[in-house]
C-alpha cells in the first residue's frame, strides 16, 4: 500500500498539494464541489456540513461557515515595558469569524491559491484566496460547537459545549 503526504509548509501549501494530486489523479473534477477543513476544530455537526452544502451549492462561488463576531473587538500593541495597550476599538458591525469546512468549486479554489502564493499573498483560509480574485463567498451561519482548538483551556471548553464534561469522556 501506498502512503502519500500532500502535507506542506503551511495549510495553504497542503491545501494546494492535495487539490493538484486530486485534480491531476482525475480523482474530482475540475467543477467539483471540495470541502476543506480545519482538525482544529473537532465538534462539526453533521447538521452544519449539511448545511453548508445545501447552501452553498445553490451559490456560484461557494461558501463558508462563519458566526458574528459578538466581543468587544480592541486593537492592541506592545508597549516599550512588553505589556499590551489598547490602541483603539474596532468596529464589529458585519464582522464574522470565518470556519470551516469552507466549501468551492475545486479548479476555482486550485487557481486562487496558486495565484496567492505567486504573489507572495499571506493566505490563511480558502476564502480569503477566492477574495483575492474578486469573488465574494456566501456565508452560512456556523456554530460554536464547531469551535476551534488552539490552547489548552479549548479542550474543556468544548466538552462542556458537547456535554460531555464530567462524563469522563
Known amino acids: 500500500m501506498q502512503v502519500l503526504s500532500t502535507a506542506g509548509k503551511e495549510r495553504v ?26 482538525a482544529a476544530r473537532p465538534g462539526l455537526p453533521a447538521e452544519l456540513v449539511a448545511r453548508l452544502i445545501d447552501q452553498a451549492s445553490e451559490h456560484v462561488a461557494g461558501g463558508i461557515l462563519a458566526l458574528p463576531v459578538p466581543d468587544t473587538l480592541k486593537q492592541v500593541a506592545r508597549a516599550e515595558d512588553g505589556t499590551f495597550v489598547v490602541r483603539n476599538t474596532v468596529a464589529r458591525q458585519g464582522i464574522w469569524a470565518a470556519q470551516t469546512p469552507q466549501m468551492f468549486r475545486a479548479q476555482a479554489l486550485q487557481m486562487a491559491l496558486t495565484e496567492c502564493l505567486f504573489k507572495e499573498m499571506h493566505v490563511t483560509d480558502e476564502a480569503s484566496a477566492i477574495e483575492a480574485m474578486g469573488i465574494s463567498p456566501l456565508v452560512v451561519k456556523g456554530s460554536l460547537l464547531n469551535s476551534k482548538v488552539t490552547q489548552p483551556e479549548d479542550l474543556p471548553y468544548l466538552a462542556r459545549l458537547m456535554g460531555l464534561a464530567g462524563s469522563g469522556q
Open 13 to 38: 501549501n497542503t491545501v494546494l498539494n492535495t487539490l493538484n494530486h486530486l485534480l491531476g489523479e482525475a480523482l474530482v473534477q475540475e467543477t467539483d464541489w471540495v470541502l476543506v477543513h480545519d
